[in-house]
């Protein structure tokens, strides 16, 4: 009977995280301008409690975040982190569904030499 309840359980719990959607953020962010820019600002996002995956494209100044509606995703937040890393958070756009794969990594680059030989701050 034991064994029974515990599944039942697990299931509901197993169900309740299937159920849980995820948002997608797509940050526009000044000063990035390499790979290394990129990840940078990804492993700062990625600490965040809730955030799931994060995507970077150079060539548009974008950051997609994936996390969960419960992330304390503020723009004072995102602003002062990001600033704190050397870059300017212009602002954020909200969708309601994830485009991106939970666990992803996945930065565009804009080309090699240009980021070996511009100035990080």
Not at 32 to 60: Q, R, W, Y
């Amino acid at each position: 009977m034991k064994k029974i309840l515990l599944l039942i359980t697990g299931l509901m719990l197993m169900n309740a995280n299937a159920n849980a959607k995820d948002i997608q953020y797509d940050l526009r962010v000044d000063g990035m301008t390499c790979p290394f820019c990129a990840a940078t600002s990804e492993k700062a996002l990625k600490k965040i409690n809730g955030v799931h995956a994060v995507s970077t494209d150079l060539e548009k100044a974008t950051i997609s975040v994936c996390a969960s509606k419960e992330t304390d995703m503020s723009d004072a937040k995102l602003k002062n982190m990001l600033k704190k890393k050397g870059f300017t958070y212009v602002n954020k756009t909200k969708q309601e569904q994830c485009t991106i794969r939970i666990g992803e990594t996945d930065v565009k680059k804009t080309g090699f030499l240009r980021g070996l030989f511009h100035k990080h701050s």
